[in-house]
């Protein structure tokens, strides 16, 4: 690593200008070379690609083999998402299905690590492999997760989510460098217990018939249409 910072340091210091996905980004690259000339131009997404569901159904009932489906989506041969997936499969979801034992966590997305291997045949979670797309699942989830613990950048699975107009329950990470603000685009949680109980909070609300669930999802996408949408940006 010694040897990287050094590199990423002269190739900052040679270029005439870089540009840097996030604020938080900028800043890191900053404290290796800080004569650089860094500009932060974020992440963006297609606006007329990710959309909310034409008619959303009942977050809590989503098709009968999964009636309470939690969905995290990403590459999964990436070390992050791996670390996040075991994080949450492990820490999180049993105290989730404590309380809602038909409780499916579905990772979705290509190339599944073998270190996931631990969670395969486990009845409640479903590990997908590669999707044609993965839209109809943020869209049927009843949260989309983003337990992020290491990693940097701009998350674009957030930015995805956002933009479906789907409730979100990330740790801090997992949002870096966008400036969402917690119980107004979504839910934020850094601990096992915190995370779970912020997951059951939007179940519980939507059994309630409070309309939390939808309130951060529309509040989220009006968030993506005014900062990352690729015309703006």
Same mark, same amino acid.
Request: proline letters at 7%; a negative charge.
């Given at each position: 690593?010694?040897?990287?910072?050094?590199?990423?340091?002269?190739?900052?210091?040679?270029?005439?200008?870089?540009?840097?996905? !996030?604020?938080?980004? =900028?800043?890191? %690259?900053?404290?290796?070379?800080?004569?650089?000339?860094?500009?932060?131009? &974020?992440?963006?997404?297609?606006?007329?690609?990710?959309? #909310?569901?034409? !008619?959303?159904?009942?977050?809590? /009932?989503? &098709?009968?083999?999964? #009636?309470?489906?939690?969905?995290?989506?990403? $590459?999964?041969?990436?070390?992050?998402?791996?670390?996040?997936?075991?994080?949450?499969?492990?820490?999180?979801?049993?105290?989730?299905? /404590?309380?809602?034992?038909? @409780?499916?966590?579905?990772?979705?997305? %290509?190339? #599944?690590?073998?270190?996931?291997?631990?969670?395969?045949?486990?009845?409640?979670?479903?590990?997908?492999?590669? @999707?044609?797309?993965?839209?109809?699942?943020?869209?049927?989830?009843?949260?989309?997760?983003?337990?992020? *613990?290491?990693?940097?950048?701009?998350?674009? =699975?957030?930015?995805?989510?956002?933009?479906?107009? $789907?409730?979100?329950? !990330?740790? !801090?990470?997992?949002?870096?460098?966008?400036?969402? +603000?917690?119980?107004?685009?979504?839910?934020?949680?850094?601990?096992?217990?915190?995370?779970?109980?912020?997951?059951? +909070?939007?179940?519980?609300?939507?059994? &309630?018939?409070? #309309?939390?669930?939808?309130?951060?999802?529309?509040?989220? *996408?009006?968030?993506?249409?005014? +900062?990352?949408?690729?015309?703006?940006?």
């Amino acid at each position: 690593w010694r040897k990287l910072v050094r590199y990423e340091a002269a190739a900052l210091e040679a270029a005439d200008a870089t540009a840097a996905v !996030s604020e938080a980004d =900028k800043q890191a %690259m900053l404290h290796i070379a800080p004569g650089a000339d860094i500009t932060v131009i &974020s992440n963006g997404i297609d606006l007329t690609e990710y959309r #909310p569901a034409a !008619s959303p159904a009942h977050p809590l /009932t989503r &098709s009968p083999a999964h #009636p309470l489906t939690l969905v995290f989506t990403g $590459k999964m041969d990436y070390r992050p998402n791996i670390d996040a997936a075991l994080w949450f499969a492990q820490e999180v979801l049993p105290l989730i299905a /404590t309380r809602e034992p038909a @409780v499916v966590f579905q990772l979705v997305g %290509m190339n #599944p690590h073998a270190r996931l291997d631990v969670l395969a045949g486990h009845p409640n979670i479903e590990i997908t492999g590669a @999707v044609a797309d993965t839209q109809p699942y943020i869209q049927g989830a009843a949260a989309y997760v983003i337990p992020m *613990r290491v990693g940097g950048g701009t998350r674009f =699975k957030a930015l995805e989510a956002m933009a479906c107009a $789907k409730a979100i329950v !990330s740790t !801090s990470l997992g949002v870096e460098g966008i400036p969402v +603000r917690h119980g107004q685009e979504l839910l934020l949680a850094d601990t096992p217990a915190d995370f779970a109980a912020a997951v059951l +909070r939007l179940i519980d609300d939507a059994r &309630s018939g409070a #309309p939390l669930a939808q309130t951060l999802g529309a509040a989220a *996408r009006r968030f993506v249409e005014e +900062r990352y949408g690729w015309d703006a940006i």
